[in-house]
């Protein structure tokens, strides 16, 4: 997913710790959330993503949907990251794995200090890049190397490099396990792939005079996504009425907390943004943001209203009022209604 190929294999762990005040001194370091999420916007675009508009909304799961090609990410802007709250990460991971996408947060710290660079961290299945760890992906094509995870800091060894050059120079599991410090049968899983240490493998790269750690990739470095299926009747009345009523038709409802919109409403062939409005909303605005981010994310996007409307269409977002979703008996007939209105 990085911006260019790595022409050349880099050792970070051995300059992980390279300081912030080189950015600062550079004048790049952000000194708050909204220059942090503007640089963010900048390497996207810079790099070929396709960005929705950005808006002044607060508290939303994620603050940016990019897109380039098959990629699509939803990322999250944060100083510090222990803000993250599990019940964030957990709608970030569900919004982005029903539009088929990635989750992502940037980040400068946590409680513990400055996110080290050339480290790829995790919440609640999150992955989690530094500012700088994000610039050299995207734009320098250099992945992470290494991971954090409960005991420190770790890297992901190439079983089979090791395999290798352990049966091309005869060397014995005793002698790798005497050079790592660690016993033989860390040395057959090590064989297997499991994860070491920083000082474990570069003990063994130096003596084996191999490069053995595997590059990360970002982007598969999350956990399974957990269910966040609620009941409608936590919900307003108007979106509950809505919510059941497409449900009655068949297809799956999820509701969303933290989203310019309030569902995404699916089955086997489709997934819709889905949006309400009351007579109390100002409609408008819900629609014109549901609709830009429906064209980044390429999917169809739909508003239902309270109140009847003179307009079809409204910010770009097709419209469908109460009265006339009570009246539907076929699902199809909502896919008819959106394809009418949105041209």
């Known amino acids: 997913m990085g911006g260019r190929r790595n022409r050349t294999r880099l050792p970070p762990w051995r300059r992980r710790r390279r300081a912030h005040l080189i950015y600062t001194v550079a004048g790049l370091s952000p000194v708050n959330r909204d220059r942090l999420l503007d640089d963010v916007r900048q390497i996207l675009a810079k790099t070929g993503f396709y960005l929705n508009e950005k808006t002044n909304t607060r508290g939303l799961a994620f603050d940016i949907v990019a897109r380039r090609d098959e990629i699509l990410l939803m990322v999250k802007v944060l100083l510090n990251v222990d803000s993250f709250s599990k019940q964030g990460a957990e709608e970030l991971r569900m919004i982005a794995t029903t ?92 064989l297997e792939g499991m994860s070491a240490t920083i000082d474990i493998a570069l003990r063994l790269e130096e003596f084996v005079g191999e490069p053995l750690v595997v590059p990360m990739d970002p982007f598969q470095y999350s956990s399974r996504v957990a269910d966040l299926l609620r009941g409608f009747e936590e ?82 977002t097709p419209v469908i009022g109460r009265d006339e979703l009570k009246k539907i008996r076929d699902r199809a007939k909502i896919l008819e209604l959106i394809e009418e209105r949105k041209s």
Do not use: H, W
């Open 235 to 316: 919900f307003e009345r108007f979106d509950r009425d809505v919510f059941q009523r497409l449900s009655r038709l068949g297809y799956d409802v999820l509701p969303t907390v933290k989203c310019p919109f309030e569902a995404f409403t699916k089955d086997r062939e489709i997934v819709l943004l889905t949006g309400t409005a009351t007579a109390r909303e100002r409609a408008d605005d819900k629609a014109s943001i549901v609709a830009n981010l429906a064209r980044v994310v390429e999917r169809d996007s739909v508003l239902f209203v309270e109140r009847r409307v003179s307009k079809m269409t409204l910010g770009g």
């Open 99 to 190: 539009l088929k996408g990635a989750p992502l947060l940037i980040g400068e710290r946590s409680g513990a200090g400055s996110l080290e660079d050339g480290v790829i961290y995790a919440r609640s299945g999150v992955p989690i890049l530094s500012r700088q760890t994000f610039i050299d992906f995207f734009e320098e094509g250099v992945p992470p190397f290494i991971f954090s995870a409960p005991g420190g800091l770790y890297v992901k060894l190439d079983g089979e490099a090791l395999r290798r050059a352990r049966d091309a120079k005869q060397i014995s599991l005793g002698a790798l396990a005497e050079v790592a410090g660690v016993s033989r049968r860390a040395i057959q899983m090590y």
